[in-house]
């Protein structure tokens, strides 16, 4: 204890040695007046560099400071300062304490990096919430918005009106025959410290007489500053930090910031006026007075700032209740919540809200408002909106335009221009159709037709002569009325659509469009002229056109035979078409390219051949391969037929004619949503699994008798696969290992499985089945209690399947079945009596 107290005395005795502020404030034995915030830099290296030479630290003299009076809010401040400043100075070296440009180079890395001028201010930081209950209130954006702020800008140049306090840094130098820097700072007295000039009061007063007055003082000393040969300038190297109080925001509070900041600065870290704060009479109290009232609108609807003026210390701005405010909703371009002063207008209000919106009706508005018992509702005309007084909770409701038009009349049709135009009084059908640039070449002359909206909104059709109106007779040129539909009719509206059609060999069959005259050497060409496989046949059939019905004649349509040249497309040039007559290209009876199967295996020449005939067998391509090689496995040949589009069609129209109950992979009973999910996962499993369907072929079979039915006939596509001999049995499926097992002979099905260790606990031994290298399979079978295994041959594989998971019952059912079982022997002993 007693070195810890001869630390902290010996520590506040060097301070109040080496600076008289601290040598006025700290008394010998009352701490209670220290102001951390004031001390400098230089007075914090002093106590760091005490405590180092005793090998104390700032925490050990913690008790003794609090007993002679230091707050623990101060003591903290300077633990902090301590701790900041031993850290910052942590890498430096002893070199770099000597160079004076290097100790600049070292203050530099503290300067805020927004700066281009070495000035710094210390970081402000404040999170914003986005305010959604007050989001409607005009003007809480500006508070609210994380993006916006009115921070000062340390890189513009001092203001010259700027007023120096305590905690200000200036920067002095002098240049030319003579040259000076130095950085001092506004003690808590007021002054600076010069070197060789001596202090000098500058508190309070403005950076400009402030600087006029230290020029003043320098020109005593040095004597080219007296006579011009030297120059003196002096800036702003840091700025100091003041406290503020704000009343009546979201986050009231006191807060530390630039004594650069302004009262927008201060009020955008309060989060702006509170819920029911006033945005039009904030109040900026200084030396206990309203020291100016600021009214946010301004600022917000012509971008005035001039209430944004400077913060001094101990400032408090108030921000109290709004005593007026009224809704704007409807069409306006910025509806709200907006505040109201005494004597301001429904016109400024609309002001405020940036005006109607090019949907609003503008020539009345109408307003609810409340009375000292109830609602009542009012209408403002436009001629009272620079008058009429808001009253505090009205709510302005601007309505949309009709959706109607006072002068528009339509003409649609076979004019030039149909279109909307504009209806004048006494306007008639020629004068609109001169205004659509009049009739185009194919309009019905003999009649128009006006649709008229009538005064009960009803419609009526009025039918105009139009070759009497246009030619000036005034009973069939009428007039027309506001939001008449004048319709002018096209004969071509009245002409049927006629189409042929043209089907066969030829390039683009199809439904085409009907001309007068069109022939068939005129259709072959619009379609792209005929196949290389088209026939001289072509089949013509016409519609029959009758008044009478006759019973006698069944015909339905008019059958046509006409013989063309086949390599030709300009023939029977007098063969004339008529509308819906179906002409058909008929196809060679022999026109066939050639298709190819495959051989692939142990053959000799594997590849794809051509099929020569229409019943090509296995047997001949085979052979055309040049036979199997002395490796082939005469039982592993078969056949790979590609399963075609239309075999999947056939299964997906298949009706399976399961109940809508079903049994699911989980062995529960599911509800069949779709009565065709098991066709269409089939087909999938078809199309994009299998792709294949085999075909087993016994070929030693087929070399003794080329009729076997295994010498089948090959179509295109065909793959015959000829095995190469394998004297492997494989066993897969759910026994313990799959594996391939070395074929011996006379061994049975049991073996193989036994030899892979057997099924394990979900395999189904009873429904095992093996798969033979041709393709074919074959089952398990059982007669009594005798089970027969298949053959096994080389190359074959055995699978064991999986057993389906039964649904066992519960002891609830098996109680049910029990009761029933009771009853019904009751019931036969109850006969029997």
Do not use: C
Not at 127 to 132: H, R
């Amino acid at each position: 204890m007693k070195k810890l107290f001869y630390v902290l005395t010996f520590l506040f005795l060097l301070l109040g040695s080496s600076n008289a502020n601290a040598q006025d404030i700290i008394k010998s034995k009352d701490l209670s007046t220290i102001k951390v915030d004031y001390l400098s830099d230089d007075e914090i290296s002093k106590i760091v560099a005490q405590l180092k030479s005793n090998n104390a630290t700032i925490d050990d003299v913690e008790s003794m400071a609090l007993s002679k009076g230091m707050s623990q809010t101060e003591f903290d401040k300077l633990r902090t300062r301590v701790k900041e400043y031993e850290k910052k100075n942590s890498k430096d070296t002893d070199k770099d304490k000597k160079d004076k440009d290097k100790k600049k180079d070292d203050k530099s890395k503290d300067i805020d990096k927004d700066s281009e001028f070495g000035r710094r201010q210390e970081k402000i930081k404040n999170e914003k919430v986005k305010d959604s209950l007050n989001a409607l209130i005009f003007g809480s954006q500006l508070f609210d918005n994380p993006t916006l702020n009115f921070e000062p800008d340390l890189k513009m140049a001092t203001p010259l009106n700027y007023v120096l306090g305590p905690g200000d840094k200036l920067e002095v130098s002098i240049y030319g025959i003579q040259q000076f820097d130095d950085t001092v700072t506004v003690n808590f007295e007021g002054k600076i410290a010069i070197q060789n000039v001596g202090q000098i009061a500058v508190a309070g007063m403005s950076i400009e007489a402030a600087t006029q007055k230290i020029k003043a003082a320098i020109a005593k000393v040095y004597s080219t500053v007296r006579s011009g040969q030297s120059q003196v300038s002096v800036s702003l190297s840091e700025i100091r930090t003041i406290k503020i109080t704000v009343v009546g925001g979201k986050q009231p509070g006191n807060y530390s910031i630039s004594s650069l900041a302004t009262v927008y600065n201060a009020l955008h870290l309060a989060g702006g006026p509170g819920k029911d704060g006033s945005y039009r009479n904030i109040e900026l109290i200084r030396n206990n007075r309203v020291f100016k009232n600021i009214d946010v609108y301004r600022f917000l609807v012509k971008g005035d700032q001039s209430d944004n003026v400077g913060l001094k210390d101990n400032d408090v701005i108030r921000i109290p209740a709004y005593s007026q405010r009224v809704t704007v909703e409807g069409e306006v371009k910025r509806p709200g919540i907006f505040e109201m002063k005494k004597g301001e207008t429904f016109a400024d209000l609309l002001n405020f809200a940036s005006g109607f919106n090019e949907f609003a009706y503008t020539a009345s508005v109408n307003v609810l408002q409340k009375t000292g018992k109830e609602f009542k509702v009012h209408d403002i005309k436009e001629s009272e909106y620079a008058s009429y007084l808001p009253q505090s909770g009205d709510v302005f409701k601007i309505t949309k335009i009709l959706n109607r038009f006072e002068n528009r009349i339509k003409i649609e049709g076979a004019v030039f221009r149909p279109d909307y135009y504009s209806f004048t009084e006494g306007m008639r059908v020629s004068e609109l159709i001169a205004k659509a640039e009049g009739l185009k070449e194919d309009a019905y002359s003999k009649r128009a037709r006006v649709i008229r909206l009538q005064y009960d909104l009803t419609t009526e059709i009025v039918n105009v002569d139009l070759s009497a109106a246009l030619s000036g007779d005034v009973t069939a040129d009428i007039e027309l009325k506001r939001e008449d539909i004048v319709t002018i009719y096209s004969i071509l509206d009245f002409r049927e659509e006629y189409k042929v059609t043209i089907d066969g060999e030829v390039k683009n069959p199809g439904e085409y469009e009907y001309f007068e005259n069109l022939t068939l050497n005129d259709l072959v060409i619009q379609v792209g002229g005929l196949t290389g496989s088209a026939s001289k046949r072509v089949e013509v059939a016409r519609m029959v056109k009758s008044d009478q019905i006759d019973d006698a004649d069944p015909k339905r349509i008019e059958l046509l035979e006409l013989q063309i040249t086949a390599d030709n497309n300009e023939q029977i040039k007098n063969f004339v078409l008529q509308p819906f007559d179906v002409i058909n290209i008929r196809k060679m009876a022999v026109y066939e390219k050639p298709e190819m199967v495959k051989v692939s295996g142990a053959v000799t020449y594997p590849g794809k051949y051509a099929i020569a005939n229409k019943k090509e067998t296995v047997y001949n391509v085979v052979m055309r391969a040049g036979g199997l090689t002395s490796i082939a496995n005469l039982d592993g040949m078969k056949i790979k037929r590609p399963i075609k589009e239309e075999q999947l069609k056939q299964l997906e129209s298949i009706d399976l004619n399961l109940d809508k109950k079903q049994i699911g992979e989980d062995g529960k009973e599911s509800n069949l949503k779709d009565k065709d999910s098991l066709n269409s996962k089939l087909t999938k499993k078809l199309r994009d699994d299998l792709k294949f369907a085999t075909i087993p072929v016994n070929w030693e079979k087929i070399v003794k008798d080329k009729n076997h039915y295994s010498n089948v006939t090959l179509f295109p596509g065909d793959e015959i696969e000829v095995a190469v001999y394998n004297e492997g049995v494989k066993v897969t499926g759910n026994v313990l290992l799959t594996s391939e097992i070395p074929y011996r002979s006379g061994k049975g099905f049991k073996y193989y499985i036994n030899a892979v260790g057997g099924v394990d606990n979900k395999g189904w031994k009873r429904k095992a089945y093996i798969i033979y290298p041709n393709g074919k399979a074959s089952v398990t079978g059982s007669f009594l209690f005798f089970r027969s295994y298949p053959k096994v041959t080389p190359d074959s594989q055995i699978v064991v399947p999986e057993k389906p998971e039964v649904k066992k019952m519960s002891a609830g059912e098996w109680v049910s079945i029990g009761s029933v079982l009771a009853s019904l022997a009751l019931l036969i002993v109850t006969a029997f009596k």
